[in-house]
């Protein structure tokens, strides 16, 4: 049985556990995902506590000035043995990207809506911008003097990705409130900012044009849809993770609705697909239903199969969400 936890609750299991600590977070990891994962890290090391840090996928070049992130580890499969597992920013074991996480207990904590108990204690949050952010709020009620500069600056770098540099509608004003106490405890916003945001290759702008000339419409232009083939990376030289934010560009668009970015993931007929709303349509549930999940205006899923089908049946689902919120609206 998974047990539902409060935040109180949540620091004072944390200030208790005992043994080996190994904290993990999604594959693919963005800033949220590395953000609360190693400020975890440093502030159980600053407990006293034996931790390790381990993801299934190495860290994208962008996130190199946070501290810490060369004791991260990463691989396909976890060794050792552990008493307890930190699992952050995920809702769905299968995001995490091992088959097997070899510890007696562990505790989830997260923010997505679409997120099912898997271990043996969770705290999900929802409405909250950000793991960072949840996870600022449990520290300050554990031990708040133990939030030094590399804590506050690792879950400010989430706050600011999960939030688009807090303009997305998961900005509260509770964020901003939490990104000032962070900037009292050292955080330099423009270097946080800088590193993340002003370091492009140029492999990246080639993998951009090669991208948006696949921009196309569906549902009379309230769907603008973008695609990555596995073959632009070997043309620009680019990295994965170097065409997050392209789907900025699609939904930046007048009268679209959704925008959709379809990435061809390697192996044969595989696609990762990221869904993002202007507000009516909640992509989280089309997501769910597609095996997926993610919050109203940010979600994904990964799925098999030709790419004509996978975008007949996702825009199926789109229309149907559109009708819907069509009928609320005149209702
Ligand atoms: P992105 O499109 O940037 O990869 O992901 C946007 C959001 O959608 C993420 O924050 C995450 O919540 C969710 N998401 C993306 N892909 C998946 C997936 O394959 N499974 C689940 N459960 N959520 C996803
Ligand atoms: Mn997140």
């Given at each position: ?16 556990m ?28 600053k ?24 004791e ?8 050792g043995?552990?008493?307890?597992v ?12 091992f088959?097997?996480?070899p ?22 949050e ?10 600022y709020?449990?520290?300050?009620i ?10 506050a ?6 706050i ?14 509770r964020t ?5 106490e ?18 492009n290759r ?9 991208v ?11 769907v ?7 073959k ?10 170097e065409s997050?934010?392209?789907?900025s560009?699609?939904?930046s ?44 205006m ?6 098999e ?5 996978i975008?007949?049946k ?18």
């Open positions: 049985m998974s047990k539902g936890l409060t935040r109180s609750e949540v620091a004072e299991l944390i200030k208790g005992t043994g080996k600590i190994l904290i993990t977070t999604h594959k693919n990891p963005d800033g949220d995902a590395i953000g609360s994962s190693l400020g975890w890290y440093h502030f159980l090391k407990l006293g506590k034996e931790v390790k840090i381990f993801y299934r996928d190495r860290i994208p070049y962008f996130f190199d000035f946070l501290p810490g992130v060369n991260v580890e990463s691989g396909p499969e976890i060794k043995e552990f008493d307890w930190i699992i952050t920013d995920v809702s769905d074991p299968k995001r995490t990207g088959e097997n996480i510890a007696k207990k562990s505790l989830v904590i997260d923010h997505h809506i679409t997120a099912e108990p898997f271990t043996d204690y969770y705290i999900v929802p409405d909250i911008s950000s793991t960072c952010e949840l996870s709020g449990i520290m300050k554990a031990e708040p003097e133990l939030i030094d500069t590399p804590i600056t690792s879950l400010y770098t989430g600011v990705t999960d939030t688009g540099s807090f303009n997305y509608s998961n900005t509260s004003p901003l409130k939490i990104a000032s962070l900037l009292e405890r050292g955080v330099e916003p423009y270097r946080v900012y800088s590193s993340l945001f002003e370091r140029i492999n990246k702008f080639k993998l951009l044009e090669l948006l000339k696949t921009l196309d419409f569906a549902l009379n232009g309230k603008a849809h973008i695609t990555l083939y596995r632009f990376l070997e043309e620009t030289g680019a990295y994965p993770e997050e934010g392209f789907i560009y699609p939904r668009i007048n009268g679209v609705e959704v925008a959709v970015f379809f990435k061809e993931v390697e192996g044969k007929g595989k696609w990762k697909v990221s869904l993002r709303s202007k507000g009516k349509v909640n992509v989280a549930k089309i997501a769910k239903k597609l095996g997926g999940g993610g919050h109203r940010a979600a994904g899923y990964e799925t199969g030709d790419l004509k089908e975008k007949s996702l825009f199926k689902e789109i229309e149907l969400a559109l009708e819907e919120s069509y009928y609320k609206s005149i209702l």
